[in-house]
């Protein structure tokens, strides 16, 4: 299985950037996406999650309202529309492939990640 992210760059704070995810190697309609983040010198975190069909989202409540996590399987590609875009939502971005929704929110929760996208967000 393998996971490519697309989609970051440098914003402005305020502005608005999507990314992707393509996964390969399997259908993935069944599995569990997420996205985290890593910021320069903290801990990866949580951004947000999707259920297979897609009909279930949860979010980390430092982005909920601004993010929105889509996908679509017939493409078996997972999105992250981030909207008002601020200084500290700079990370690398990744994606992430897992099977327990219960676990969604934790990185143990997951089998296989990307390599991540910068995204940089100036004030």
């Known amino acids: 299985v393998q996971l490519e992210e697309s989609g970051g760059g440098l914003v402005q704070a305020g502005g608005s950037l999507r990314l992707s995810c393509a996964a390969s190697?399997?259908?993935?309609?069944?599995?569990?996406m997420g996205w985290f983040r890593q910021a320069p010198e903290k801990e990866r975190e949580f951004v947000a999650a999707?259920?297979?069909?897609?009909?279930?989202?949860y979010y980390a409540a430092s982005v909920k309202a601004r993010f929105t996590i889509s996908r679509d399987n017939a493409k078996n590609t997972v999105y992250l529309q981030m909207n008002d875009l601020k200084p500290e939502d700079t990370a690398v971005y990744y994606c992430?492939?897992?099977?327990?929704?219960?676990?969604?929110?934790?990185?143990?929760?997951?089998?296989?990640w990307g390599q991540g996208t910068q995204v940089t967000v100036s004030s």
């Open positions: 992430a492939l897992g099977s327990i929704w219960s676990a969604s929110e934790s990185e143990s929760g997951y089998n296989y």
């Open positions: 190697g399997r259908t993935f309609s069944s599995d569990v």
């Open positions: 999707i259920s297979g069909t897609g009909g279930t989202t």
